[in-house]
């Protein structure tokens, strides 16, 4: 669905045709318009070896609907525990005999119990010839997603078998929507609160509550809803994927629209519009200077008691789960005893959930938090290319005139620490492409 919301919005679908003939897992796309409950939309389907994979919860649908009628052929009506067993064998087993039935086959089904580890996947993203940001974007969100699994079946991450995510039409579905994200060339990607649906769904290990366990640990920290409709609307590899391209979530974002997209989901559902819909717009327009003015949560602390080793962790802590900066000041407290003050800048939606992070891993009895006004600079990401691989570079504008420009250090220290080189000489490079890119 969101690569259906990219296309409608402008983004080539030769993109993500060459993007699938680049992994090399003998998938093809075949994208088309449809009606979603009166709104026209675009879909994209994946075929593998010619045959158009299904969502899991309509494949077991036709799945369960091949079987009964085939054994009521067979065994007559009265047999009717014949398909209450029938529905308990195993996964491949199911498949062979919906195969035989006509219900469509998906083909790495019998993966489940021999899908792909994370390091296979890594390999095959590596190889494929997209670019180096795209490679880590869709890296990062099998790692998310590969972690909720692990944790969901107390196993290490290295270890999972990712029955779905490792088949052809999540592989396709996650290396795509890094691809598309990347094309949008945006500054950030903002999403609304998740209608996950509800009742239960039938998948590989069976039946499970909607949302999913690992859809719900993947959703840990965003607003979620249910509109009351007794369907999965947000599956793992669908929560992954907006966990790891999402900024943050927050309600519709003031901004001049410039264009927007609907992507389609199998199912048409009466009186809902199954599509995803991508909004993209300015949030400087009309600004003065070109600044954009925000209300952030200040979050403040003092602590004079905690170990300085316990600090820094603190900080990733609050970093990871969505502060916008932390920093710490020196300051002389009561009795004369030397403290740190930390202060963390958050959204305010975000402030709470922060809040809890100070409380449970410092030593500080309270928090204080105040409401002010933030003006920052319109600011965008470019990619240059290093003799060791691309490095983003954050870019900082007023009035269409570049201020401040720098690389990400993240991707600097990364490749420092793969090609074995000083960090200072790989930031420099990085420097001097921009420039060089500059003046060309």
Known sequence: MFLGALVDA??????FEDTVAALNIGARLEISRVQRSGISATKVDVFVNGEKELPREVFFEQQSLAQTHEHGHEKGHQHAPEHVELREHNYSQSVQEATRAGAPHRHESDQHEHGRGLAEIREIIRQTGISEGAKRAAVAIFEVLGAAEAKIHNSDIEKVHFHEVGA???????????VGAEALAVDEIVCSPLNVGGGTVKCAHGVLPVPVPATVQ????APVYSSGIQVELVTPTGAAIVKTLAKRFAQFPAMTIE?????????DFPGHANVV???????HAGLTGNTSQETISVLEANLDDLNPQVFGYVIERLLEAGALDTFAVPVQMKKNRPGILLTVLSRPEDASRLTQIIFTETSTLGVRRREEQR????????????????????????????????PEYEDCKTIAAEHHVPLKRVINEAMEAYLKALRS
């Open 375 to 406: 003006q920052t600079l319109a600011r965008k990401w470019v990619e240059v290319a290093t003799r060791w691989g691309g490095v983003r570079l954050k870019i900082a504008s007023m009035n269409g005139t570049v201020t401040n420009y720098a």
């Open 259 to 267: 264009k927007s997209g609907y992507g389609a989901g199998t199912r």
């Open 168 to 178: 052809v039409d999540a592989m396709v579905d996650i290396v795509c929507a890094a």
């Open 277 to 283: 819909r991508l909004t993209i717009g300015d949030s």
């Open 218 to 221: 993947l959703l840990q920290g």
């Open 10 to 15: 402008g983004v080539p679908a030769k993109l």
